[in-house]
């Protein structure tokens, strides 16, 4: 399936990929979402790799959408900030986790188990 162009909302982010479950990695570009409002965008320096990204680089999981760029839980240094962002400023290390756009408002989260929300 080839990666769509950028919307209006978004701008295009280098990345390595693969092309194929048999091909080794490539760089390709792919669409980012604009930073805007809670959104940071950060220079990423660290990627880890687990065993569930290896076996989605090969498609041994079902319904694997190639090409592919698996990897998770990322560390960077933060290089923008959307104007609602409040904790981390430019320059600032920061890492995402595997668990993201949890609400912080349910009771899940209230009592720190974000990634059930």
Not at 6 to 24: G, L
Not at 91 to 102: E, P, S
Request: aromatic share 8%; net charge negative.
């Amino acid at each position: 399936m080839p990666i769509p162009p950028p919307q209006d909302d978004e701008y295009m982010e280098f990345a390595w990929a693969k092309p194929e479950p048999t091909k080794n990695f490539e760089p390709i570009y792919i669409p980012r979402p604009n930073v805007v409002g809670p959104y940071v965008r950060f220079e990423m320096k660290f990627c880890g790799i687990c065993h569930s990204d290896v076996h989605i680089g090969t498609a041994d999981l079902p319904n694997v959408m190639f090409p592919c760029v698996p990897g998770h839980e990322l560390c960077g240094v933060v290089t923008e900030v959307g104007p609602d962002v409040t904790r981390v400023k430019v320059g600032d290390n920061v890492g995402v986790g595997c668990i993201v756009d949890a609400c912080l408002d349910c009771d899940m989260c209230k009592e720190g188990h974000e990634m059930l929300c």
